[in-house]
């Protein structure tokens, strides 16, 4: 804890003074971010410092495992921040951003492990197709859990499964037909720094700079 208070002294005496006019026209003008950022609650994962956005550039939402639900009735936290920051902000783009060595999929792949955690078992029962996929895939019986070896893949096929729920809420599925936002998948490798990313429509994953090349040679 005495870091994070040693961190706020300093933010209070260097950062904010250094920033002063952003957080400025920040608290008068509101929020107006073009990123819905969805990932994991994971320490390691900073969105700010990976895109190197500012305060305001983000709208971030957090949860185990990246997770997205599948639109229903029933209200929840993801489904109503995004449809809020859909329908009300605006976003332009919406970025799932898995990572590497991820607490959450290392959990689905056997979920027998967590019968002292219901609650967190019944989350991660939304990526229960990322994992009969993987299972499928690899010729797995039913009956036995995923082995260790298939974490990256897992992982990165929760990350498309998760861009699927996400297109069936219904502000998403309306932007989308009208082509005002865009989808990406990403998967951080925490010790490389390197991104893989895909896009709505995909089923595999390629690197950043291929899959943005034509972004990147405009810059």
């Known amino acids: 804890m005495e870091q994070i208070i040693r961190g706020v002294l300093n933010f209070k005496r260097n950062i904010y003074p250094e920033r002063k006019d952003l957080f400025a026209s ?22 700010n410092m990976l895109t190197g956005s500012n305060p305001g550039d983000l709208f971030i939402c957090r949860n185990a495992g990246n997770i997205i639900p599948p639109h229903s009735n029933e209200t929840g936290g993801m489904t109503a921040s995004i449809e809020y920051a859909v ?12 990572h590497t060595d991820c607490g959450a999929i ?54 498309l499964q998760q861009v699927q729920h996400l297109r069936t ?16 998948g990403w998967v951080y490798d925490i010790k490389s720094g390197t991104i893989r990313c895909c896009g709505h429509n995909d089923d595999h994953f390629s690197d950043f700079s291929e899959h943005y090349a034509s972004v990147i040679a405009a810059l």
């Not at 329908?87 to 951003?97: F, P």
């Not at 809420?169 to 990406?184: E, F, Y």
């Open 169 to 184: 809420h219904p502000v998403v599925a309306a932007k989308l037909a009208t082509h005002k936002v865009q989808i990406h």
């Open 26 to 47: 920040l608290a008068d003008q509101g929020q107006n971010p073009d990123v819905l950022f969805i990932t994991c609650s994971d320490s390691r994962i900073d969105p």
């Open 106 to 159: 290392k959990g689905a792949l056997d979920l027998s492990k967590l019968k002292a955690l219901p609650h967190v078992t019944e989350w991660l029962s939304h990526c229960r197709s990322a994992m009969e996929i993987v299972r499928e895939r690899n010729n797995i019986p039913f009956d036995q859990c995923l082995p260790h070896q298939h974490l990256n893949e897992a992982i990165e096929e929760n990350v």
């Open 87 to 98: 329908a009300v902000l605006g976003v332009k783009h919406i970025i799932v951003c898995g």
